[in-house]
Each structure stands twice: as C-alpha cells, then as structure tokens.
C-alpha cells in the first residue's frame, strides 16, 4: 500500500480535507518513510507489542506502527484530525484513536482498558515540540507498565536527555529521564522531511526503561528537589546552590557541609560535574537533616 509520509500523498490528503496546519498544536508532519521506519525499527516492535502513539497527525507514523504491532492507541487533541485518520487507517483493524490532550489523559488507564493482554508495551512517538518535555515528563512519573519510549523530538531537548555530566547539555532534565531510563540518541533528523519544516533541528531519542532507577533513593521527591537545586544557577558552586535552594538552607551551611562530604562530594565543586549515583549519595544524606 502507498505510504501516508510522501509528499504527493500528503499533499493529498491534506488537500482532500482542506486541512490547514496549526502552529500551536506542533503540526509538523513527516514525509519521508525512511525516516518512519527508521523510528519503527528502533521501537523493537512485534505483534505480541501494543503501542501508544502521541499525536498521529493524518497517520504517517500509525500506520507504520500498525503494520508491525499487535494494536496501536493513539491520542489526538486536534478534532478535525478524526475524520481524516478515519479515512486513512481505515486498512488497519487494530488501530484506535482517541480524541484527547495526552497531558489530561489517564494513560494508565487506557492501557487497561484498551491494551489489556499485551505484556510488550512502548510508546512511539513524533511529539508535538511545543510539549516535549510536560509529555515525557507525565510518562515517566506516571511509572507505566512499558518497556521503551521512542521519540521524535527537538535536537536541543534530546541532547538533554541524553547529556553526560560535566556537558553544557547536563542538567536536571538529563537526570529526571536518566533516573528511570537508559537514553540514547538514535538518529538526528534533517527539518526537510517535514511539512512544514520546523526551525529546529530534530532528533530521534531512545529510552529504555532500566529494572531498578539508575541509584537507590530514599526519597524520590527530594532527590529530584536537590538536583533541581543544584543546577538553579550553573557558574555557582553546589554549596552556594543548596543552600540557596534548601528550606533555610541558608542558615544550615554546616549541615549542608556534613551531607556532602558524608557523600564525597568537594562543596566546591558545580552541580554539573555531579554523575546521577552522586545526586543519589547526596540526596541521602541531605534527607537525614532536612527530612
Ligand atoms: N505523527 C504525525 C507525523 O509524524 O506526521 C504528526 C506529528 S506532529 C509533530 C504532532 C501531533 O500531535 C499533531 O497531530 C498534533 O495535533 C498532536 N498534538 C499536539 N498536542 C497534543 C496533545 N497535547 N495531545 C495529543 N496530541 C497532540
């Protein structure tokens, strides 16, 4: 069958709906099927695994989805975009749209109801780039039952993720995915196989949900308080920022003191120099005086 993601037959499509692209919801659609199968081929699809996509758009990526999963469940928030993903995944019998915000969405619960019987699960994904981060975010925290997240997102925001310590790029975003997740850059992807074509750069980023989080915590709200804390103001020390960034911390410079060295950490060193078990160290031994 002729794939969705060329040019000719999005232009169609679109045509056929008078459909008009909206900034604001992040429609930048792909019209390059390499690129979907690249994408495809990195999510370890079989038909024993559901999928959960963000954002099918007029069904360039579902329908590749829908070829080698079990089911695909995707979620869209823009109205007029049923009608055409009625029409063009109307081949496919395992695909189900709903019509929602994913960031109001009870994901959980959808895997539930609608892929009960699938033990495989991954999220797959071309993220509208205006909610990149809030999305990840949601899934993550969320703790769903699933194996992997592939996504199609800004080069900048990738890099984050992705980030080593002691990189321009490091940061607290790097750590809330890397805590959960193993994360790699699978591909970085030119702004032509898009219509539109973004401003930005893109970049396709692979997460692998990791057995156990990447350091054992004792408080995970806390953890991800100190390293937010940590990185507030880069050219500071941790020091300097903890204590900026701690209840009264500060007035507890010597508590503060005490924590990082219990944790080997120098109190002059940046935030950014800090690996995630060190975070973990830290955010322990901090939790003895401020918890
Ligand atoms: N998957 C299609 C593709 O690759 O060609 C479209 C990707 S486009 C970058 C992002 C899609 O997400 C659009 O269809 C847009 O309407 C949808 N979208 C934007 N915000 C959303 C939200 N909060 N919840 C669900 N879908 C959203």
């Known amino acids: 069958m002729k794939d969705i993601a060329t040019p000719t037959r999005t232009q169609e499509i679109l ?31 079989t038909k024993e695994t559901g999928v959960i996509e963000i954002g099918p758009g007029i069904g360039a990526l579902t329908e590749h989805l829908a070829r080698g999963a ?3 469940v995707a979620f869209e928030i823009d109205q007029r975009l049923l009608p055409v993903l009625e029409d063009t995944l109307s081949a496919y019998d395992y695909v189900e749209i709903i019509h929602s915000d994913v960031l109001k969405a009870d ?7 609608s892929l009960s019987g699938f033990n495989d699960l991954m999220v797959v994904a071309n993220l509208p780039y205006y909610v990149t981060t ?13 194996r992997g997240i592939v996504v199609m997102m800004q080069k900048e925001v990738g890099d984050r993720i992705t980030a080593s310590p002691s990189t321009k790029a490091y940061g607290s975003l790097s750590i809330a ?8 850059t699978a591909m970085t992807v030119p702004k032509n196989v898009f219509m539109p074509a973004p401003n930005v750069d893109s970049t396709i980023i692979k997460l692998t949900k990791r057995e156990t989080p990447a350091t054992a915590v004792d408080n995970e709200d806390f953890f991800f308080d100190v390293t937010r804390a940590s990185f507030a103001q880069r050219r500071k ?55």
């Open 15 to 45: 045509k056929k709906y008078g459909f008009s692209f909206k900034k604001s919801l992040g429609q930048n659609f792909l019209i390059d099927p390499n690129i979907l199968r690249n994408i495809v081929s990195h999510a370890g699809l």
């Open 177 to 184: 995915v890397q805590y959960y997740m193993e994360a790699e």
């Open 70 to 72: 079990g089911k695909v």
């Open 134 to 146: 809030p999305i990840l975010m949601k899934l993550l925290m969320e703790d769903l039952p699933v």
């Open 107 to 113: 994901v959980a619960h959808v895997i539930r109801e």
């Open 237 to 291: 020390t941790i020091l300097n920022n903890l204590q900026t960034g701690l209840p009264n911390g500060k007035s507890r410079k010597e508590e503060i003191v005490t924590a990082l060295e219990a944790a080997g950490i120098d109190p002059i060193r940046r935030g950014e120099t800090l690996s995630i078990q060190e975070f973990g160290k830290l955010s322990n031994e901090l939790g003895k005086f401020f918890h």
